[in-house]
T-cell receptor
Framework: DTGVSQNPRHKITKRGQNVTFRCDPI?????LYWYRQTLGQGPEFLTY????????KSRLLSDRFSAERPKGSFSTLEIQRTEQGDSAMYLC??????????????FGPGTRLTVL | AQSVTQLDSHVSVSEGTPVLLRCNYS??????LFWYVQHPNKGLQLLLK????ATLVKGINGFEAEFKKSETSFHLTKPSAHMSDAAEYFC????????????WGLGTSLAVNP
């Protein structure tokens, strides 16, 4: 399968613990995005990378959240000191950075986080 | 500011009957508009996109959408529903030239009854 993959698919943690999620984009895609989706809502943009550079961060991304893409390939999203409000589906997407036209974002299956 | 309103949170149709999922948008710029589908336990998939070319856009699985600037609408249609169409559908807008940032509607859950 050459699509976007995310691990783990499900994570249950206790409040206050740190968690880390991984996203492997489609191999030739140089853009990578993180979104958060809560029940009954559409995805909300968190951040995106072009290659290894983090170019934009939403104000939703508090200080407890950090994302990296060290070699411009896979990315990790870490949440420190988790809170119950962090419970959500975390989605990763990737795309090519084209100079014109729409850069279709391809989504992974998501990581569902439950904070107890 | 850009925004998207999906007028129905839930739509139920019988198999073989037409599907209409409604979407209105607000944008200060020439928007790009999309419909994504999300099946349970699967990733979001692009159904179709409007990017200032033809106003009637054909997508995958027999879906179509028509961009109507005067009505600021981008409704999704399909002539005949199939059981496999049952899913969550999202209408999405992005700034023209800024396809990095997608603004999502709240979604419409489509149920298809036998």
């Amino acid at each position: 399968d050459t699509g976007v993959s995310q691990n783990p698919r499900h994570k249950i943690t206790k409040r206050g613990q740190n968690v880390t999620f991984r996203c492997d984009p489609i191999s030739e895609h140089n853009r990578l995005y993180w979104y958060r989706q809560t029940l009954g809502q559409g995805p909300e943009f968190l951040t995106y990378f072009q290659n290894e550079a983090q170019l934009e961060k939403s104000r939703l991304l508090s200080d407890r959240f950090s994302a990296e893409r060290p070699k411009g390939s896979f990315s990790t999203l870490e949440i420190q000191r988790t809170e119950q409000g962090d419970s959500a589906m975390y989605l990763c997407a990737s795309s090519l950075a084209l100079t014109s036209g729409y850069n279709e974002q391809f989504f992974g299956p998501g990581t569902r986080l439950t904070v107890l | 500011a850009q925004s998207v309103t999906q007028l129905d949170s839930h739509v139920s149709v019988s198999e073989g009957t037409p599907v209409l999922l409604r979407c209105n948008y607000s944008s200060s710029y020439s928007p790009s508009l999309f419909w994504y589908v999300q099946h349970p336990n699967k990733g979001l998939q692009l159904l179709l996109k409007y990017t200032s070319a033809a106003t009637l856009v054909k997508g995958i699985n027999g879906f179509e959408a028509e961009f109507k600037k005067s009505e600021t609408s981008f409704h999704l249609t399909k002539p005949s529903a199939h059981m496999s169409d049952a899913a969550e559908y999202f209408c999405v807008v992005s700034l023209a030239g800024n396809n990095r940032k997608l603004i999502w509607g709240l979604g419409t859950s489509l149920a298809v009854n036998p």
